[in-house]
T-cell receptor
C-alpha cells in the first residue's frame, strides 16, 4: 500500500537557521505530493505541493522538490522564524486510489528566538 | 476565503454515550473526507464521499461509527457507543476532486472537532 515516512522530531532550531525535514514515500501509482502545516489547536493547511517529477513547490519561503528517483519530497527553508513553529505533515495522493491521501506522522518544529 | 465548517469544536462525552459531528464543506466541493487524528500522529482517513456516495470507508469501525452525506453537501459522523480509545481530533476536509481525477487537488481542512471520552 501507499505510505509516507517523515524524519522523526521534534526539531528545534534557532531563528534564521536552515531547515530540512525529510520525507520519503512509497506509492502504488504516480502520486502528487504535498506538505501541510498544522498550528496548535487548528486543522491542517496546505503549505505547498508538486504534481509531477522534478516539480518544485514553494510557498512562504518553504520549498520542496519532487524526486522520483529517490522517492523523496524533502521540505526546506533557508531561514526559519519563530512563527514557523508548528507540525509539518508530508502527504501523497494517488489518482488510481480514488484520490485517497496518505499522511506521514508529522514533524514538530520549534524555532527559538 | 471559503472554509470548511465543523461543529462542535470540543466535545466531552461519557463512555457508551452517543456523539455526533457535523461538517459543511466548501461550496462546490464534490469530495468530502472524515479523518481521525490521534495526538502525535498524522490524520487517518475514516471515510471519503464523492457527492453523496461513499468511495472509501475501509478504515471506518462500522460497528460503532457511521457517516452520511445525504444530499451531497454537508455530512454527519456519528459514534455510538463512544469508547475511551475514540478520544482524538476528528477532521473534516473537502476538495474539488472528482472520482479518478483528483490526485492533484488540494484538500482543505476544517479546524477539527476535539473529542474526549471519559
Amino acid at each position: 500500500g501507499d505510505s509516507v515516512t517523515q524524519m522523526e522530531g521534534p526539531v528545534t532550531l534557532s531563528e534564521e537557521a536552515f531547515l530540512t525535514i525529510n520525507c520519503t514515500y512509497t506509492a502504488t501509482g504516480y502520486p502528487s505530493l504535498f506538505w501541510y502545516v498544522q498550528y496548535p489547536g487548528e486543522g491542517l493547511q496546505l503549505l505547498l505541493k508538486a504534481t509531477k517529477a522534478d516539480d518544485k513547490g514553494s510557498n512562504k519561503g518553504f520549498e520542496a522538490t519532487y524526486r522520483k528517483e529517490t522517492t523523496s519530497f524533502h521540505l526546506e527553508k533557508g531561514s526559519v522564524q519563530v512563527s514557523d513553529s508548528a507540525v509539518y505533515f508530508c502527504a501523497l495522493t494517488v489518482r488510481t486510489n480514488a484520490g485517497k491521501s496518505t499522511f506521514g506522522d508529522g514533524t514538530t518544529l520549534t524555532v527559538k528566538p | 476565503e471559503a472554509e470548511v465548517a465543523q461543529s462542535p469544536r470540543y466535545k466531552i462525552t461519557e463512555k457508551s454515550q452517543a456523539v455526533a459531528f457535523w461538517c459543511d464543506p466548501i461550496s462546490g466541493h464534490a469530495t468530502l473526507y472524515w479523518y481521525r487524528q490521534i495526538l502525535g500522529q498524522g490524520p487517518e482517513l475514516l471515510v471519503q464521499f464523492q457527492d453523496e456516495s461513499v468511495v472509501d470507508d475501509s478504515q471506518l469501525p462500522k460497528d460503532r461509527f457511521s457517516a452520511e452525506r445525504l444530499k451531497g453537501v454537508d455530512s454527519t459522523l456519528k459514534i455510538q457507543p463512544a469508547e475511551l480509545g475514540d478520544s482524538a481530533m476528528y477532521l473534516c476536509a473537502s476538495s474539488l476532486a472528482s472520482r479518478g481525477y483528483g490526485a492533484s487537488n488540494t484538500i482543505y481542512f476544517g479546524e477539527g472537532s476535539w473529542l474526549t471520552v471519559v
